[in-house]
């Protein structure tokens, strides 16, 4: 019941996730930026163009790493009945609940330094 209750967090955590970065509008965005590098003179203007396949790779990125993050996360609901039936062992849902758990994180994390200027670089001078 408690593995449960935890799993439910983590789905509530996974859908709040593609409400933040609204998913289904954004494979609409992808779809229409994916159709623009394939225009006759795409590559006529090289820098253009590599900005271009910047920004489908970035939008592609999110919708990626939600669908492993959805894929991960469908599975690992169906789990506990596994356990319960003996097909899959106790450790074997931790490993994937841990694993599930780490994606969520580092894409939250992503999201939160998703700034404009959060790409650079920094220094960061240390004194005794």
Sequence with gaps: TCAL????ELIRRQDSLGGI????????ELEEEESRTQAPDFW??????EKQ????AGIKYWITAY???????DDLSLMPDFVRE????????????RA????????EMRNML????DHLGAIMEINS
């Design 100 to 107: 599930t758990l780490e994606k969520i994180e580092a894409l």
């Design 86 to 97: 003996g097909l899959t062992s106790a450790e074997e849902l931790d490993a994937h609940y």
């Design 114 to 117: 998703g700034g404009e200027e």
């Design 44 to 49: 006529d203007d090289p820098e253009k163009a």
């Design 53 to 56: 396949l910047k920004k489908v």
């Design 67 to 73: 669908d492993e993050i959805a894929s991960a996360a």
């Design 21 to 28: 970065f609204d998913v289904d509008n954004r494979r609409i």
């Design 5 to 8: 209750l935890i799993i439910k």
